[in-house]
């Protein structure tokens, strides 16, 4: 099995490579959407979040209102550390969980978007980081998501600068250009990733 940690900066395309990786055949296990299921209602997560933080971030629903959060935390370092105390270890235990399901010879892919940021390089064989410059991040945040300029320009300050993404890369996929040069490259990487889990089992 190669275990591959895969990250890039909000805006940098990052889903769209899970996407292909997982197109030709990689075990994708998302660090976010785990994050998600950790957190719905009746898990012990949600319960945990709301003793923290309290009822009101909680939508008419009973479920998470996650921009609600989102608007807490991002502006609170320490709020944002409560919440990913809870958080993560609920993610580690499931990923683990889907990674011992995956095949030996499998190439495991972990979309992880706070992996610099929380210094998890070391848990996996390498590191492949989808790049693109800050100028591109915010206009794809701006004009895709709908964010305003300045929530895009927070939530691009609240993770790692290019520069400390980038020294934790093995594996590099510039996604600064359009989609259809994105494709070619991934292809190059998904080669790679097969060739060491390959030697790696044999």
Not at 14 to 38: F, H, M, N, Q, T
Not at 74 to 102: C, K, M, Q, W, Y
Not at 131 to 146: F, I, K, M, Y
């Amino acid at each position: 099995m190669l275990k591959v940690g895969l990250t890039g900066g909000i805006g940098a395309g990052k889903s769209e490579v899970s996407r292909l990786l997982v197109s030709y055949g990689a075990v994708l296990i998302d660090a976010d959407k785990i994050a998600r299921e950790v957190v719905e209602p009746g898990t012990p997560g949600l319960a945990a979040v709301v003793e923290a933080f309290g009822e009101g971030i909680l939508a008419a629903d009973g479920t998470l209102d996650r921009p609600k959060l989102g608007s807490i935390v991002f502006a609170d370092a320490a709020r944002l550390a409560t919440l990913n105390a809870i958080v993560h270890p609920l993610v580690g235990a499931r990923s683990a969980e889907l990674e011992a399901a995956a095949g030996v010879d499998a190439v495991v892919v972990h979309d992880v978007p706070l992996l610099t940021e929380n210094g998890l390089a070391p848990l996996y064989d390498l590191v492949v980081v989808v790049d693109a410059s800050p100028r591109t991040q915010l206009d794809r945040l701006v004009r895709l998501r709908g964010m305003t300029e300045d929530e895009a320009r927070a939530r691009m300050a609240a993770q790692a600068k290019r520069e400390q993404r980038l020294a934790i890369a093995d594996l590099v996929i510039d996604n600064d250009g359009p989609l259809e040069a994105l494709e070619p490259q991934v292809h190059k990487v998904w080669a790679e990733l097969s060739e060491r889990a390959a030697s790696a089992t044999s």
